[in-house]
């Protein structure tokens, strides 16, 4: 069965800083990889995926996630991080369901909070 | 914003109630996924449809049901609810374009149902 673990609760980093969230995945097969961002009380915003190609993928708000193979990890990056980011994060993997039918299978979440 | 529209925003039932939500679709896409989502857990998968049929199912009992219409709107009921059927319940479009399309799917804000 497809797989992603987070393994931060929580990610703490001061506006202007780098931010990094992380995520690794176990699959069978190749790997679809997607990013999500929660307000709250709001759905989930799509951030960017990774399907093939590219380890780096650019993706929205100047987010961007470096997908590595030989770590299982597809980890989620912006270079200078805005309070505005502060947010819930999920990593999720697409999974395939019988003949046409796919799901998402999401990580229990990452609670980013930038600091002024 | 996503153009995916979910009602109401808020219900409040008793055990044993019956409960409807609705979801209508982003213009153009053709499934329409049905997500869990409880207090500080990631979403779970709850069944897709496409061209008004269910196209694959999570591990959810046979109480939660659904039905796609022709224009692709959604509804997910839930007969017999219990206190743990308290959650955000997400719809998510997406296009299938063939078989194990790596379609992206785009979220509703939710519907918050608490179960007293």
């Known amino acids: 069965a497809q797989s992603v673990a987070q393994p931060e609760d929580q990610v703490n980093v001061a506006e202007g800083n780098p931010l990094t969230v992380k995520c690794t995945y176990s699959?069978?097969?190749?790997?679809?990889l997607f990013w999500y961002v929660q307000y709250p009380n709001r759905g989930l915003q799509f951030l960017l995926k990774?399907?093939?190609?590219?380890?780096l993928v650019k993706g929205s708000y100047g987010f961007e996630a470096e997908f590595n193979k030989s770590q299982t990890s597809f980890h989620l990056k912006k270079p200078s991080a805005l309070v505005s980011d502060s947010a819930l994060y999920f990593c999720?993997?697409?999974?395939?369901?019988?003949?046409?039918?796919?799901?998402?299978?999401f990580g229990p979440g990452t609670r980013l909070s930038v600091l002024p | 914003e996503t153009g995916v529209t979910q009602s109401p925003t808020h219900l409040i039932k008793t055990r044993g109630q019956q409960v409807t939500l609705r979801c209508s679709s982003q213009?153009?896409?053709?499934?329409v996924s049905w997500y869990q989502q409880a207090l500080g857990q990631g979403p779970q998968f709850i069944f897709q449809?496409?061209?008004?049929?269910?196209?694959g199912r999570g591990n959810f009992p046979p109480r939660f049901s659904g039905l796609q219409f022709p224009n692709y709107s959604s509804e997910l009921n839930v007969n017999a609810l219990e206190l743990d059927d308290s959650a955000l319940y997400l719809c998510?479009?997406?296009?299938?374009?063939?078989?194990?399309?790596?379609?992206?799917?785009?979220f509703g804000p939710g519907t918050r149902l608490t179960v007293l």
């Open positions: 990774y399907i093939t190609g590219d380890n």
């Open positions: 999720a993997v697409r999974d395939i369901m019988g003949d046409y039918g796919q799901n998402f299978v």
């Open positions: 213009s153009g896409h053709n499934t």
């Open positions: 998510a479009s997406s296009m299938k374009t063939g078989s194990f399309s790596t379609d992206t799917q785009y």
């Open positions: 449809y496409y061209r008004e049929e269910e196209n």
């Open positions: 699959v069978s097969g190749n790997p679809y």
